[in-house]
């Protein structure tokens, strides 16, 4: 194999894992400016430069070079209209017969600042830049050789900025959709708890509820390794899980006396029409409707609306139905004053396999434990609660969950 041959070939495979180092977008500008260094000792050229075509501007910018526009030496200056004329991808070589077609301005400038040669660099239509190289400081001349290995290495490094500039424009559309749905996501954040705000002003004495359930909801959610997206989805069925109140009549969600049969048939309608209500939504989280709408079946099956029973409820359901119930148990109701905490966690103890789920009350045990010792920065169920209750009350019923698991 002759030499010539053996430097072309290591020159395409340089470029090659070069142009696979740009693509994964690690650092594009030092990439470009080894792949420059390969083309100039493959060239034997002292000087060299790959300008970048940027379109929104319809400018050509340096992005790599050395020997060009040091200080003391002139300033390489192309400017896109003088280029766009030539064929692409070809090299031309000043002095030579090809250079008849370049114009003045740009033959004064590649000659002031010691250029020698230069390639515009094309994908398909699309105008990506130019490597420009001065001579060969052996005095040799450019070969034909050089020329076609010149194109080769000229095609390679136009895919590679074009990879570049599509990746470049499609961050930046990234970043623009991505501001846009956060900002699309507040709104909606926004309106819903202005929605629960709604619901719960109906009931006077559910102030706040529904914000206080979807944070515990979160809470639990994410003590038991939920990923952030379906936490928000939680989040949003615990705003939203009593919607169907509103069309409750206020006389039986505001009544002192204890609740009647048909007080209680007309109540427990409400996660069936909040489910109907929801319908209707295209939520961007799963199962949010159908969370909202089991949110009072039981692990025993005595709940309600569809009797579900143990693994026909799914966790996100499991989840609401802790949340509402705490909370219910530890405000109070027209009919009834609040159970402290420690009346609450023996509740929960007592209904452990009948109404909640052993896994789910542990973590919100948990949950209640860690923000007793100052474990997390922003307590979530305390600032809701009295403060005179007993730690210990927590570590037994943590005991007795386990003991209660592992049966």
Same mark, same amino acid.
């Given at each position: 194999?002759?030499?010539?041959?053996?430097?072309?070939?290591?020159?395409?495979?340089?470029?090659?894992?070069?142009?696979?180092?740009?693509?994964?977008?690690?650092?594009?500008?030092?990439?470009?400016?080894?792949?420059?260094?390969?083309?100039?000792?493959?060239?034997?050229?002292? #000087?060299?430069?790959?300008?970048?075509?940027?379109?929104?501007?319809?400018?050509?910018?340096?992005?790599?070079?050395?020997?060009?526009?040091?200080?003391? *030496?002139?300033?390489?200056? =192309? &400017?896109?209209?003088?280029?766009?004329?030539?064929?692409?991808?070809?090299?031309?070589?000043?002095?030579?017969?090809?250079?008849?077609?370049?114009?003045?301005?740009?033959?004064?400038?590649?000659?002031?600042?010691?250029?020698?040669?230069?390639?515009?660099?094309?994908?398909?239509?699309?105008?990506?830049?130019?490597?420009?190289?001065?001579? @060969?400081?052996?005095?040799?001349?450019?070969?034909?050789?050089?020329?076609?290995?010149?194109?080769?290495?000229?095609?390679? =490094?136009?895919?590679?900025?074009?990879? $570049?500039?599509?990746?470049?424009?499609?961050?930046?559309?990234?970043?623009?959709?991505?501001?846009?749905?956060?900002?699309?996501?507040? =709104?909606?954040?926004?309106?819903?708890? &202005?929605?629960?705000?709604?619901?719960?002003?109906?009931?006077?004495?559910?102030?706040? $509820?529904?914000?206080?359930? /979807?944070?515990?909801?979160?809470?639990?959610?994410?003590?038991?390794?939920?990923?952030?997206?379906?936490?928000?989805?939680?989040?949003?069925?615990?705003?939203?899980?009593?919607?169907?109140? =509103?069309?409750? *009549?206020?006389?039986?969600?505001?009544? #002192? +006396?204890?609740?009647?049969?048909?007080?209680?048939?007309?109540?427990?309608?409400?996660?069936?029409?909040? *489910?109907?209500?929801?319908?209707?939504?295209?939520?961007?989280?799963?199962?949010?409707?159908?969370?909202?709408?089991?949110?009072?079946?039981?692990?025993?099956?005595?709940?309600?609306?569809?009797?579900?029973?143990?693994?026909?409820?799914?966790?996100?359901?499991?989840?609401?139905?802790?949340? +509402?119930?705490?909370?219910?148990?530890?405000?109070?109701?027209?009919?009834?004053?609040?159970?402290?905490?420690?009346? /609450?966690?023996?509740?929960? @103890?007592?209904?452990?396999?009948?109404?909640?789920?052993?896994?789910?009350?542990?973590?919100?045990?948990?949950?209640?434990?860690?923000?007793?010792?100052?474990?997390?920065?922003?307590?979530?169920?305390?600032?809701?609660?009295?403060?005179?209750? +007993?730690?210990?009350?927590?570590?037994?019923?943590?005991?007795?969950?386990?003991?209660?698991?592992?049966?």
């Amino acid at each position: 194999m002759s030499l010539e041959l053996k430097k072309a070939l290591y020159s395409i495979s340089s470029l090659a894992d070069l142009s696979q180092e740009i693509n994964s977008e690690k650092n594009f500008t030092t990439k470009i400016q080894s792949v420059l260094y390969v083309i100039m000792g493959t060239f034997l050229a002292n #000087k060299g430069a790959i300008f970048w075509h940027e379109r929104d501007k319809g400018k050509l910018i340096p992005v790599a070079g050395k020997g060009f526009n040091e200080t003391g *030496s002139p300033r390489l200056k =192309i &400017a896109v209209e003088h280029v766009l004329p030539l064929s692409k991808n070809e090299p031309y070589l000043l002095g030579d017969g090809n250079d008849t077609v370049l114009s003045r301005p740009l033959k004064n400038s590649l000659r002031k600042a010691g250029a020698g040669l230069f390639i515009p660099i094309w994908v398909r239509d699309e105008f990506i830049g130019v490597i420009v190289l001065s001579n @060969k400081f052996t005095s040799e001349q450019y070969s034909p050789e050089d020329f076609e290995l010149l194109k080769a290495i000229a095609n390679q =490094i136009a895919i590679t900025m074009n990879n $570049h500039s599509l990746f470049i424009n499609l961050s930046e559309q990234i970043e623009k959709n991505r501001e846009l749905y956060e900002e699309m996501r507040l =709104i909606y954040h926004d309106t819903i708890q &202005a929605f629960a705000a709604a619901i719960d002003a109906k009931d006077v004495y559910t102030k706040n $509820h529904s914000q206080r359930v /979807a944070k515990y909801a979160v809470a639990i959610a994410r003590e038991l390794g939920w990923n952030e997206y379906d936490v928000e989805g939680i989040y949003i069925a615990g705003f939203l899980h009593d919607v169907g109140k =509103i069309i409750i *009549s206020s006389d039986v969600l505001n009544k #002192k +006396d204890s609740l009647t049969e048909k007080d209680l048939k007309e109540l427990r309608r409400h996660p069936v029409l909040s *489910s109907k209500i929801l319908s209707n939504i295209k939520f961007p989280w799963k199962d949010v409707v159908k969370t909202i709408k089991h949110h009072h079946e039981r692990l025993d099956g005595t709940g309600y609306p569809s009797a579900l029973a143990g693994e026909e409820i799914s966790e996100g359901a499991k989840i609401l139905t802790l949340a +509402d119930s705490f909370d219910a148990m530890t405000t109070d109701r027209p009919y009834r004053g609040r159970k402290d905490l420690n009346e /609450a966690l023996v509740e929960l @103890k007592n209904c452990l396999g009948t109404q909640f789920d052993g896994r789910i009350v542990a973590a919100f045990c948990k949950i209640l434990e860690k923000e007793i010792k100052g474990k997390l920065p922003q307590p979530n169920i305390l600032p809701h609660l009295d403060k005179d209750f +007993d730690l210990s009350v927590i570590t037994g019923l943590l005991e007795a969950l386990i003991q209660e698991l592992s049966r």
